[in-house]
């Protein structure tokens, strides 16, 4: 795939595509720039690790880019369009992985016509293993979309949906990797209170993620299933699930999704 892409923002999502791009050799290093607001170090690890261009030259940067990837926070979004705005030209596709934000804001801000793709991605585009998803704004035909599958393909799957779907996406795929995280850390807590060293609990726990994920993918049941196979009457597993019951684990995670997907409706309403 040869087209340039510009990622304006440098943390750690756009380091995480970036990362996926160029281990699956989607995108050459060379046709690869980036630009954040002002960490000069950071531009300079990020250049030294992946062998990119960096620069502060937004202009320049304009001029080059097919694919301009916007990877700033919410707050930083209009001053970071303020600066770029002048230079972008109506064929560029402009990706947004900001939460929240709808491509009509982004459409609006810049004032033209141009192909704007919201896409939320999740930091396990690192290993190429990101679930990702992409909605399409007003000015984007067939070919920018498939521009846009192509590059999020390159660091996992990849499903289009409607853009009121993305705030459910947000929260479920964006921020789900950091409650699945958390619920290891408690699993983790568990096992070293029951007496167990760290490095066998995390050998142990980490190896039950994969291996669940990987049920769910290739054995063709559905959870419930599969939760239902573990589940002896009377066993470890039943005694453990009604503990989960009798404190509304269901309710939790619910609230939990529901708290992330209207924060992100949140972010989108400040605009
Ligand atoms: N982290 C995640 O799991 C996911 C994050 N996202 C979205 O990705 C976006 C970025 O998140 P994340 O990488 O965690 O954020 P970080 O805070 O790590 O990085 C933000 C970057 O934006 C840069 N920036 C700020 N203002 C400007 C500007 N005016 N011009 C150019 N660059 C600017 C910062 O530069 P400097 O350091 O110089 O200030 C920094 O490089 C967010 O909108 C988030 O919603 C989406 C999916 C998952
Ligand atoms: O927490 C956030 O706002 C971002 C969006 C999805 C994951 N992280």
């Known amino acids: 795939m040869c087209k340039r892409i510009v990622f304006v923002g440098c943390g750690s999502m756009a380091e995480a595509i970036m990362a996926g791009m160029l281990q699956t050799k989607t995108v ?8 954040n607001k002002q960490d000069e170090g950071r531009l300079g690890n990020i250049e030294a ?5 960096t620069s502060y030259d ?3 940067l304009l001029d080059l880019a097919d694919v301009v990837i916007l990877a700033m926070k919410p707050k930083d979004l209009a001053e ?7 230079f972008i030209r109506e064929e560029q596709l402009i990706i947004s992985v900001l939460a929240g934000i709808m491509t009509e804001t982004i459409e609006e801000i810049i004032g033209k ?6 896409a939320m991605p999740n930091t396990s585009a690192q290993i190429g293993y990101s679930a990702t998803a992409i909605a399409a704004g007003k000015y984007v035909d067939q070919e920018k979309i498939n521009i846009a599958e192509r590059l999020f393909q390159s660091i996992g799957v990849t499903k289009v949906v409607a853009e009121d779907d993305m705030h459910t996406v947000t929260a479920i795929s964006g921020s789900g990797p950091a409650f699945i995280y958390y619920f290891v850390e408690a699993m983790t807590t568990a096992a070293l209170e029951a007496g167990m060293d760290e490095q066998t609990a995390d050998a142990l726990i980490t190896q039950t993620i994969i291996g669940a ?3 769910l993918e290739q054995s063709g049941e559905p959870a419930s ?10 066993g470890t597993t039943a005694a453990g699930l009604e503990t989960l019951k009798a404190n509304e684990f ?12 209207n924060r992100s409706i949140d972010l989108g309403r400040t605009f």
Not at 28 to 35: E, F, L, S
Not at 49 to 53: A, E, I, K, S
């Open 80 to 86: 970071s369009l303020d600066e770029i705005r002048p």
């Open 250 to 261: 269901e309710k939790i995670i619910i609230a939990c999704i529901e708290s992330a997907r």
């Open 49 to 53: 690790t992946y062998g990119v261009q």
């Open 113 to 118: 016509r141009n192909a704007v793709v919201r």
């Open 213 to 215: 994920g990987k049920m």
């Open 225 to 234: 299933v599969l939760r239902e196979n573990i589940t002896s009457v009377g």
């Open 28 to 35: 050459d290093k060379n046709d690869i720039y980036v630009t």
């Open 58 to 60: 937004k202009e320049k």
